[in-house]
C-alpha cells in the first residue's frame, strides 16, 4: 500500500500546455460566440447612423414613427406628423421603417 501511494505521489508534473488548454478553449468559444457577432452587430449599426438621409422613414427608441426632414453630424431632425419636428441623437435610431411588412 505505502508503495502505491508513493508512486502515485512521484508522477512527473503534467505539461503546462495541459494545464491551461481548458481555459484557453473557454476564451476562444467566449470570443467567438459572444464577442465576435457583437461587433458585427455594432459595426453594422454605426454604418446604417451614417447612411442615414433626408427622405428616410425610421423608427425612433421610443417606438416613434417618423420621417427625417434634416441630417446633421451628431442629431437627424424627425418629422412626426405635419408640422411635428423632433430633434434626436443618431443613435436613437432604431431601424429603418421601410423594413416593417407593409399592412394590408
Not at 453594422?44 to 427622405?55: I, N, V
Not at 423608427?59 to 434634416?70: D, L, Q, R, Y
Request: net charge positive; glycine share 4%.
Amino acid at each position: 500500500m505505502n508503495n502505491l501511494l508513493f508512486v502515485t505521489l512521484q508522477q512527473p508534473a503534467s505539461n503546462p500546455l495541459v494545464t491551461f488548454l481548458p481555459l484557453v478553449l473557454i476564451i476562444v468559444v467566449f470570443y467567438f460566440f459572444m464577442i465576435r457577432p457583437q461587433m458585427k452587430r455594432q459595426k453594422e449599426l454605426r454604418k446604417f447612423h451614417e447612411s442615414l438621409q433626408k427622405g428616410d422613414k425610421v423608427i425612433i427608441a421610443g417606438g416613434v414613427f417618423g420621417k427625417i426632414t434634416e441630417v446633421k453630424d451628431e442629431y437627424i431632425v424627425v418629422e412626426i406628423d405635419e408640422n411635428v419636428k423632433v430633434k434626436v441623437v443618431k443613435s436613437t435610431v432604431i431601424r429603418d421603417s421601410s423594413d416593417l411588412p407593409q399592412q394590408k
